[in-house]
């Protein structure tokens, strides 16, 4: 199916299924259309994700260099002064310190889109766990704990190969996967 008639892109059916399913409590116009950014008035959005394509673009860094050399070029001209000095040292502050927060952005952005993508693997794959959904959410000793359980089941996973066995197969973690707090649990 063509990227374009995914259901987020039609909001009008979505709309549909929403009603269908009582999610729209008999609202219409559910569902908008995503927009890549959140909303049209997210301007932060828009500028951090444009720099953050330009600055790792080849020409950016010609750039760079360029204001480099031509820095450079003008040491002998202002004497290596004080203040020849003083521009190159503002200007790159100013620009490190912009590009901190751009970058973060963007890492947290990226690093959210990846999350997502993984939780949708976890929910739509049967046999899995889909408790490990907000898995980032746990402690660092929780996620100790788990980690080790998913060591040991690697561990055996060789061992059976090893043996001439298959390492396939969904083994069950043996530990209970901790309830985040604040969240209810439904007695099976």
Not at 62 to 84: M, Q, R
Not at 150 to 166: F, I, M, P, V
Not at 170 to 179: F, W
């Amino acid at each position: 199916m063509p990227y374009e008639e995914t259901l987020l892109f039609q909001p009008k059916r979505l709309a549909e299924l929403a009603q269908v399913s009582g999610l729209n409590n008999g609202k219409k116009n559910l569902c908008k259309p995503l927009d890549r950014c959140g909303n049209t008035s997210n301007y932060f959005c828009r500028f951090a994700r444009w720099s953050a394509r330009a600055s790792g673009r080849p020409f950016t860094f010609g750039l760079a260099i360029f204001v480099i050399v031509v820095w450079a070029v003008t040491g002998p001209i202002f004497g290596f002064s004080d203040t020849w000095q003083l521009v190159i040292n503002t200007g790159t502050t100013i620009v490190t310190f912009l590009m901190v927060f751009l970058i973060q952005n963007a890492q947290n952005r990226d690093s959210q889109a990846i999350q997502l993508k993984l939780n949708e693997l976890l929910r739509s794959v049967k046999g899995a766990h889909t408790a490990l959904l907000d898995i980032e959410e746990l402690s660092e000793g929780e996620l100790d704990v788990l980690k080790r359980e998913y060591e040991d089941l690697a561990s055996s996973a060789r061992k059976a190969l090893r043996n001439g066995q298959t390492d396939e197969g969904c083994p069950q973690v043996r530990v209970n996967i901790p309830v985040p707090a604040g969240t209810t649990t439904k007695e099976p």
